[in-house]
């Protein structure tokens, strides 16, 4: 059970300074000058729903979602160990996410890049996705819309898809995740560490924190708010490396 402090602990402090400017499937525009180069931020589950997305977009710079903020709240823990669940809570977990299978299939990011880049002119575009999002960087990686990715603790990783990356990649994953455990991780870096002329990754695990903490941190915990800030700070880093160190327009789907 999520007590109220640890559900406010999800939000981020601050007010978002871009625009909804329409045409676009509700994406989020962080404020910046016309440039050829952009970052694409794919959200969590929870779209806008909060305003962390749209926090961490305008500071990158400087679709409506699926699911509701609240539905996800019996499911999830701030913290590795909090959120043990019997049988029964497992199959109305298992249950819940199914149900939710059409709306997250109904999300087309390769239609919406490729609008972006045509209407607004973007050459040159790096990938950061989150939980749900980290699943569609994952899958934009085998294409050449994009030049890297940054993906964060994904809803899991299919060989299929970490077999066909051919871009530079970097993982933020958990300590604790059940929707990308320890095994199935392992397994993905294995994959891309046997390949030949395997593009350069990195995957990083944060002591201390849950699925979800690098996009919807619970920052009352000292150890969640060190790992959210630092996989922050790597992804900044990554992204402007990918951008090749220009000025960059941030992008909240």
């Known amino acids: 059970m999520i007590c109220e402090d640890c559900t406010k602990g999800y939000e981020l402090p601050g007010e978002p300074r871009g625009t909804f400017p329409g045409g676009y499937g509700g994406a989020y525009l962080a404020p910046h000058p016309a440039t050829k180069r952009a970052v694409v931020l794919f959200t969590d589950v929870f779209g806008f729903a909060l305003n962390n997305p749209k926090l961490l977009a305008d500071e990158l710079a400087r679709r409506r979602p699926p699911f509701g903020t609240e539905e996800l ?11 043990k669940r ?19 299939y109904s999300v087309r990011p390769q239609v919406f890049l490729a609008k972006i880049k045509r ?23 085998a294409t050449d819309l994009i030049q890297g990715a940054v993906i964060a603790h994904p809803g899991g990783a299919p060989l299929d898809l970490v077999n066909a990356i051919k871009i530079p990649t970097i993982w933020i994953c958990a300590e604790e995740d059940e929707q990308f455990p320890a095994e199935e991780r392992d397994t993905a870096q294995r994959a891309l560490a046997s390949r030949d002329a395997a593009p350069p990754h990195e995957f990083i695990i944060y002591p201390g924190t849950t699925h979800g903490f690098a996009g919807r941190p619970a920052l009352q915990y000292p150890l969640v708010k060190d790992a959210f800030e630092s996989a922050f700070a790597k992804t900044v880093e990554f992204l402007h490396e990918v951008v090749n160190k220009g000025d960059v327009h941030s992008v909240a789907a």
């Open 86 to 104: 019997t049988l029964w809570g497992q199959i109305k977990r298992h249950a819940f996410f199914a149900s939710k299978i059409p709306a997250m």
């Open 119 to 141: 209407d607004r002119g973007y050459e040159i575009i790096g990938v950061v996705g989150y939980c749900f999002g980290g699943s569609l960087a994952l899958r934009m990686t």
């Open 73 to 83: 709240e019996p499911y999830t823990s701030p913290v590795p160990g909090g959120a």
